[in-house]
Structure formats: C-alpha cells, structure tokens
C-alpha cells in the first residue's frame, strides 16, 4: 500500500496536479483511490492521515 500511494503521489506531483483530498474516501480522488488499490492489489480500504498544524495531531 505504502510504495502504491508514494508512487501515484509522485505521478501526481511530476504533473503539477494535487494528491490529498480530504472530502473524498481514503483521502485522495476517487480516481487515485481505485489506482492505489488495483496497484497494491490489497484488499480491504486506506485513509491517508493528514497531519494537523502543529505536526503532531492527526485531522
């Protein structure tokens, strides 16, 4: 899941478009939320955690 979100993350970012999108489920497009589930072919769901201001609370 890890090396799925980091790559899609880094496609994302090489073409000046976004990654993180808190209104949608997992934290990202729903686009990018099928891509990194067919690439780190796991089953189940993810959320990518946002960190708060501070750096250390979780949103």
Same mark, same amino acid.
């Given at each position: 899941?890890?090396?799925?979100?980091?790559?899609?993350?880094?496609?994302? *970012?090489?073409?000046?478009?976004?990654?993180? @999108? /808190?209104?949608? &489920?997992?934290? #990202?497009?729903?686009?990018? *939320?099928?891509?990194?589930?067919?690439?780190? @072919? /796991?089953?189940? &769901?993810?959320? #990518?955690?946002?960190?708060?201001?501070?750096?250390?609370?979780?949103?």
């Amino acid at each position: 899941m890890r090396m799925a979100i980091q790559i899609t993350g880094t496609e994302q *970012y090489s073409e000046g478009k976004g990654f993180c @999108d /808190a209104t949608q &489920e997992g934290g #990202v497009p729903e686009a990018l *939320y099928q891509k990194i589930l067919n690439l780190s @072919d /796991a089953s189940g &769901e993810f959320w #990518v955690l946002q960190v708060g201001n501070d750096g250390y609370k979780v949103k």
